[in-house]
């Protein structure tokens, strides 16, 4: 039995790509970096091409080239090409790039006969064109396959940046008349057709992350991470719980020591602060997260022994849950898992 386990559940994943596919108005595509999302970039490309996925989006020439051979399908670069060997990687791979600066236009004027994709920056101030430039700018001999803009404020549904960002989004689009247009993420997916463009792009959601801030998540989970019980031991009142002595039992005390800690991807901000569960029920940790290693107070589950599997997030404790323990979000807990982790 593996110390750490990360399982990916398919049912529950292509049950969420299904939701955001029935809620696009058009064509739904899927982000991809980071390994998916750090859930294995490969595995999710097989299962979205099966289901008849035409639009991935990777950061990175090489993130593209790893599932090329997975699918015939249009793989977007989003950070463009940087560089002379990167326009050879894209061409010779078959990627499109998301062009987002003069300079990586200027690169690509000589490949114009390939295809690449125009991000606009409309008030994230993050990647793409500035919006109020685009008259200094000549895109008129490139074969530009989709316009994109990304909304800085999807989660929070009516947050007025949406608007604005939209308006601004509106006016670009002259200058590119009859290129489909691609906006939504998976929030923007959800709030509104008038959000979505003509290819949307489903991230978060897809791997079961929340993708609104303190609404009820509308996706199923998708990822579980447990953790193996190393050791159980009894401690009687007054005992000092790992590093800095930061916990003291206060009386007996049945202690489960599970072996994942921060190398694993568990923030020692849930030292004295988190909890995971077995079999639905819930354990605090106690004392401070360590390297590979939590303690656990189980006294109330006396039904755990050595060996069994905890859960760190899954079904009993959302991966928000953990992300909002910890002030972080869904997307930095799963792409922290580490690598020493079992994954099914």
Known sequence: MAYKRFTFSEQAFLANYALFKTRSLSACGAVVKANAYGTGARRVVSLLHQEGCQHFFVATPREGIEIRDLTTANIYVLSGPMNDTAVQQITEHELIPVLNTPDQLKLWESNREFPCAIHID??????????????????????????????????????PQNEIQLTQFDRVKTYFPNTPTSIGNSAAILIGEKFQGDVTRAGIGLYGGNPFVNQESPVQP????????????????????????????SRQTRIAVVGVGYADGISRALSNNGSVAFRGQRMPIIGKVSMDAIHVDCTQVSDLKENDLVELFGPTISVDEVATRTNTIAYEILTHVGNATVRE
């Open 122 to 159: 409309t008030g994230m101030n993050r990647l793409g064109f500035d919006c109020n430039s685009l008259d200094d700018l000549d895109f008129s001999s490139l074969q530009v396959r989709l316009l994109m803009t990304h909304l800085a404020c999807a989660d929070e549904p009516n947050h």
């Open 222 to 249: 998708v990822c579980t991470l447990e953790g193996q019980v190393l050791q159980i031991r009894e401690v009687p009142p007054n005992s000092p719980v790992g590093y800095s002595a930061s916990f003291v039992s």
